[in-house]
Antibody
Framework: VQLVQSGAEVKKPGASVRVSCQGS????????VHWVRQAPGQGLEWMGW????????KFAREFEGRVTMTTDTSIRTAFMDLSRLTSGDTAVYYC??????????????????WGQGTLVTVSS | QSVLTQPPSVSAAPGQRVTISCSGSSSNIGNNYVSWYQQLPGSAPKLLIY???RRPSGIPDRFSGSKSGTSATLGITGLQSADEAEYYC???????????FGGGTKLIVL
């Protein structure tokens, strides 16, 4: 299993960025893809998930209206688009394959494989 | 400030045992499974423990997880210098309807 992300990006404030994440070694549509970011020197921040099989998405509230998550299953690739960038969006963005579900009311989210990360720098 | 509370750092000598705590509430840890991740400097996180106490294949049994009520604990025995990393707990929060990560704990091997 491998997730390979696109290369580093430098963007100006107000611009948009697209990060891609190509999966291999597993059935791409069978696992959710989540996106997590990490600002310099900070912890992990969950952004949202996409179901490659149905196209369903769920985003953290702070990104709603600014983030889009899509997939192209023909090339086994997930995309994360973030608009209206500010300096606060400077971070390493990770995609992750996630096994998730609920058993007896208890839910699990296991981020079992991660991409290598994509540094997005927002600077004027 | 994360909803899941972890100590900023823990330290121990090589060969010793260390535990890292992750404290939450009934809306997250108390009613969902916890996973743990190791992040070496400059690398992506790596799954260490899932479903509270299960290890993926390839993770040595020096690493263990447990959960009691609204807290979870990661244990590492036989500490090695290679274990020096940042460790994160994670779970689902049904009130916030988000995946949440703890703030991270830096493990220092003395």
């Amino acid at each position: 299993v491998q997730l390979v992300q696109s290369g580093a990006e430098v963007k100006k404030p107000g611009a948009s960025v697209r990060v891609s994440c190509q999966g291999s070694g597993y059935m791409f549509i069978s696992y959710y893809v989540h996106w997590v970011r990490q600002a310099p020197g900070q912890g992990l921040e969950w952004m949202g998930w996409m179901n490659p099989n149905t196209g369903a998405t769920k985003f953290a509230r702070e990104f709603e209206g600014r983030v889009t998550m899509t997939t192209d299953t023909s090339i086994r690739t997930a995309f994360m688009d973030l608009s209206r960038l500010t300096s606060g969006d400077t971070a390493v963005y990770y995609c992750a394959r996630v096994e998730q579900g609920c058993l007896g009311g208890f839910c699990y989210y296991n981020f079992d494989y991660w991409g290598q990360g994509t540094l997005v720098t927002v600077s004027s | 400030q994360s909803v899941l509370t972890q100590p900023p750092s823990v330290s121990a000598a090589p060969g010793q045992r260390v535990t890292i705590s992750c404290s939450g509430s009934s809306s997250n840890i108390g009613n969902n499974y916890v996973s743990w991740y190791q992040q070496l400097p400059g690398s992506a996180p790596k799954l260490l423990i899932y479903d509270n106490d299960r290890r993926p294949s390839g993770i040595p049994d020096r690493f263990s997880g447990s959960k009691s009520g609204t807290s979870a604990t990661l244990g590492i025995t036989g500490l090695q210098s290679a274990d020096e990393a940042e460790y994160y707990c994670a779970t689902w929060d049904r009130s916030l309807s988000v995946v949440i990560f703890g703030g991270g704990t830096k493990l220092i091997v003395l």
